[in-house]
């Protein structure tokens, strides 16, 4: 098993309303790219086996930068990691493309992870790679969903006609890293590869493209540490899980 992992990094960020792009943002004084990267390599499968080559999406104003602070990460981890830094595309789903275009020959497991997820711990990394290694060719991992979901209909200015209530039990919020055969993953991309354009059909995740070809997808259980920073709000909440103390 030869595992990668792409780190997508190349958002703006415009719902965290910074100038800087949101993986560039610090928490705890390092930037999110960073703890995500650090999670990636640290983590092992059960067999012992880590991430060899690291693939990070980046905006195009920010890949120096960005391959300065991850090209840190990888000169500190342990066994010889590649770095490839590559621009972004107009919505996650290119970026990954963009990543998967990439990846070296030998590579036969890929995950795909997101620096908006900064505090995945490297135990859940090992957790979906394990699955992947297990026979599932698509794993995500997903918590149970704690708020009562309703399907909505089109409404008017005031709100919304509620259309179902949809059973709690059986959905999952899901999160990153992802973990995929690279064939399943490449033949998911190849596929979808026209909704990338724009941010209406773009695939808010890998998996979601791989159900689309017809092949399962698997969900091991998720972890409350990978959330993802979107709002001002989650980066303060990241900030106080980290340091114990405010921004
Ligand atoms: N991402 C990416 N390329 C894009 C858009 C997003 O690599 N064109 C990455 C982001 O950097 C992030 C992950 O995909 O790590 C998840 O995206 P999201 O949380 O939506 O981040 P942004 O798109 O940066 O934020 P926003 O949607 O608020 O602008
Ligand atoms: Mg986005």
Redesign the pocket.
Known sequence: MTIAAVL?????????GREL???VVPVAGTPLVVHAARALLAARASDGTGVTQLVV?APAAHLDAIATLVGAVVDDASGDVRLDVVG?????Q??VAAGLAELLDDVDVVLVH???RPFAPPELVSRVVDAVRAGHAAVVPGLPVVDTVKRVGAGDRTGRPVIETVPRADLVAVQTPQGFARDVLERAHAVGWGRGAHEATAASDDAGLVEATGVAVWVVPGDERAA?V?TARDLLVAQALTTGGPA
Do not use: C
Request: net charge positive.
């Open positions: 997508t990094a190349a958002g703006s960020g415009s719902r965290l792009p949101k993986a999406t972004g595309g107009r919505t996650r290119e970026s997101d620096a908006a993802k979107t």
